[in-house]
């Protein structure tokens, strides 16, 4: 197995790099902060796109495709929300060399996009609950220093999900149900996070309040992963979306959005890794297995006729398996697969060919085990389930190890100087000492914890307390 200095200690730099060796995109886009999905990484996407359009299937709603442009006029409506999105918006003026009558915006997201609709559609207690999804574009001026798939200006896989509701508590346990489906879905891909509600000031423009998901970068930064908005009345009363009750009442409906970007794909990658490159969980790569003839001139012929007919086995039984027949060294198509992540690699030598054998690598732990043909497709499963549950619990591990509880906002700013990581610890409450926090440790307040509770003293005021915060340094 790899160690895992260079994926720690110089994230940034190994990132950077692995996108690039391991083709996941091409940055070099000539517009700053777009860049190009290659084959490779677009399969990537791709899997776990699908995990996510499962489980929201699954979980009754229905995808979408909303237009990407959004009227001004329209836009505009929601102040709040417009507040917290106009110095972030690309606007569209002319079409052709007309200029435009009413100015568009590229959609940021699409809250303003969808419930002009939503008002068109919803009309009695009947339509209810309304949940629709979209995986989409959605842009942003990002003004900050851009990094592929973390801070870009074109969030090219963007999964909204937008809902209506008929009472504030129907809304609210779509919150929680949103929870749960962001829960399964980082579980699936091994990705650990806490999970926390945002302050007033950090909650998203236009909601009554924000839970959302972080994960931690090898360097210690935290990256959001996912947002949940109870957005309760606000929007609905803006856009006249509200439905006639049984008693023949009208009522404004009540919403909820929930967003998951390419910053998925980014913790996939960035939390199973180590210094030769990905190390990607079998549910989401696109080889899951690679078979490398290891040739000798004399049993050259016996070896590719082996490592074809072990090629149609393990794709007959429903992997997805690649056969190497290029004319390389066999180390070097070792280092090529195992920089790209895939999970196990099959390698067929003379002495395979000679004992009906395989020989089977691991891409997580570098162990080596000869398995015979006849229980290849036994054990290949057994082992891809067996890398799956370790690189969950390996990424657990490494994110329990940096998170730590501070006494002190003194504590606090010595533990994100010294190790980086995500601190615990006590907070009243009020804006004004949250804000006292975040300068005085040169860290962001994530949130207040949704799984624990603490008595205590505020690290700031030293008020009473029983609010359990997040402290981090953030992307």
Known sequence: ??????????????????????????????????????????????????ILRWLLDESGHS????????????????????RGFEGQVYWVTHGGTEPLDVRLVLRPTSETAMYPMFSLWIKSHADLPLKIYQVVSVFRYETKMTKPLVR????????????????????????????GIYKRFFDLLGIPSVISKRPKWDTFAGAVYSIAFDTLAPD?????????????????????????KPDGSHEYVYQTCYGISERA??????????????????????????????????KSEEIMQTARRIFEILRGAGFRVHLDDRDLRPGNKYYYWERRGVPLRVEIGPSEVEKSEAMLVRRDTGERCTVKVDDLVREV???????????????????????????????????????????????????????????????????????????GKCVNCCGDSEKLIYLAKTY
């Open 265 to 298: 794909i980014a913790a996939v990658l960035m939390v199973h890794g180590d210094d030769i490159g990905f190390c990607l969980p079998p549910l989401v790569a696109p080889i899951q297995i690679v078979i490398v003839p290891v040739i000798f001139k004399e």
């Open 152 to 179: 870009v200006r074109e969030v090219t896989t963007f999964k909204e999900a937008h809902t209506a509701h008929a009472s504030w508590e129907d809304a609210e346990r779509q919150v929680f149900e949103a929870i």
């Open 63 to 82: 995808e979408m495709l909303f237009p990407i442009l959004i009227p001004e006029d329209l836009f505009r409506k929601e102040a709040e929300h417009i």
């Open 381 to 455: 499963n057994k082992i891809l389930e067996e890398i799956s549950e370790n690189l969950r619990v390996r990424a657990m591990k490494f994110f329990e190890s940096r998170i730590h509880r501070a006494e002190s906002v003194q504590e606090a700013a010595q533990i994100l100087a010294e190790k980086g990581g995500i601190v615990k610890l006590c907070w009243c409450g009020s804006e004004e000492c949250g804000m006292s926090i975040e300068e005085k440790t040169g860290g962001r307040i994530l949130g207040e914890s949704l799984d624990e509770k603490a008595t």
């Open 1 to 50: 197995m790899a160690e895992r200095n260079a994926w720690e200690k110089n994230f940034s730099e190994w990132f950077a790099e692995m996108l690039e060796r391991a083709e996941i995109v091409d940055p070099r886009y000539p517009v700053k902060g777009l860049y190009v999905w290659l084959p490779y990484g677009f399969k990537i996407r791709n899997n776990v796109v699908s």
């Open 220 to 244: 210690g930064k935290t990256l959001q992963i996912g947002t949940i908005h109870n957005l309760g009345q606000n929007f609905s009363k803006v856009y006249d979306v509200k439905y006639e």
